[in-house]
């Protein structure tokens, strides 16, 4: 079942990610509280990685983020983020979302304990279709499109992806997006 539906979103993203690239896809954008949006992905996550022995953490600023946006679009992005931190850290079983709001953004990031991103893989990291020498060599199951799409439906919202990464450490991806009125 775990399986069936892996594939069931592997091939809607597929569908999806060649959308965009036509430029037909449609967001159905609504007010978004951030917080609570992430919460809701991160326990539907949860759930799919659980029996494997994973936590995901979630801290949050108090106040309210609201945030414009697609949520399923969007809720697809940070599921992407969180797969690839588990399949990234196959050791540390422990993931950490955090959602903070400053300057007008709100800001989304995922946090792994895994290997990291090599140094040379890290400016070809969104580009489509690219998978990094570490993962090939390892069988880390993977299309190379997961960060582009992420890229791609972060900035139809106005907003940018960034990676800090720690060689041996980690990795943790931001996804920024622009604050907006509730």
């Not at 022995?53 to 599921?79: F, K, M, P, Q």
Request: proline share 2%; hydrophobic share 35%; with cysteine.
């Amino acid at each position: 079942l775990g399986e069936s539906d892996r594939l069931r979103r592997l091939v809607e993203s597929l569908l999806d990610f060649g959308r965009m690239q036509a430029r037909q896809y449609k967001f159905r954008c609504e007010g978004l509280e951030a917080t609570e949006w992430v919460r809701s992905v991160v326990e539907e996550f949860q759930q799919t990685v659980r029996t494997r022995g994973y936590v995901i953490e979630v801290t949050a600023s108090a106040e309210a983020a609201w945030i414009h946006g697609d949520r399923e679009a969007l809720g697809g992005a940070l599921w992407n983020l969180l797969d690839n931190a588990v399949k990234y850290s196959p050791e540390e079983k422990q993931v950490q979302v955090s959602v903070s709001c400053a300057n007008g953004k709100v800001e989304v990031s995922v946090r792994d304990h895994g290997a990291g991103i090599a140094r040379e893989d890290l400016k070809r990291v969104f580009d489509k279709f690219y998978r990094g020498a570490d993962a090939k060599k390892q069988g880390t199951k993977g299309s190379g499109i997961g960060l582009a799409m992420v890229k791609g439906i972060v900035e139809a919202h106005g907003g940018t992806v960034r990676v800090c990464n720690e060689p041996g450490r980690g990795s943790e991806f931001t996804m920024v997006l622009p604050c907006r009125e509730s």
